[in-house]
């Protein structure tokens, strides 16, 4: 089997990401989850190819930094998919079940106001 090189590398994590965005935007938890782990597993073999050239000097051609780069951005954008899609369902799950909403901040005022709050002081102490 031949060593990986990083335009395959690079190659096969565009692809995954691609794939990925699409059964994000098909909506296939399944098959995203899927797609997902695979993307994670590429990108690890990606990172020990790139290790000896962690700080991405002149010796990395142009073309595959601004590969790295347009595979950052379409990560970013994938991620940001992911986090709406993720307020989406949580906004329905408390429609559904508003029993499992939990305050994020403060807890919901009662019918007489919001009670009283601690000053931080003690009022007594007690041995």
Not at 29 to 43: G, I, K, N, P, R
């Amino acid at each position: 089997m031949s060593q990986p090189t990083l335009k395959t590398t690079l190659s096969a994590l565009e692809s995954q990401l691609g794939l990925l965005s699409l059964a994000l935007k098909d909506g296939a938890v399944d098959d995203m989850a899927l797609q997902a782990q695979q993307f994670q597993s590429l990108v690890v073999e990606a990172n020990a190819l790139l290790a000896p050239w962690k700080p991405l000097g002149a010796h990395m051609q142009e073309v595959d930094a601004a590969r790295l780069r347009a595979l950052g951005a379409g990560l970013a954008r994938v991620r940001e998919h992911m986090l709406r899609r993720q307020a989406l369902v949580e906004q329905a799950l408390h429609m559904v079940v508003p029993a499992l909403h939990t305050p994020v901040y403060a807890a919901a005022a009662g019918p007489y106001g919001r009670g009283t709050q601690s000053s931080g002081r003690f009022q007594a102490f007690s041995a």
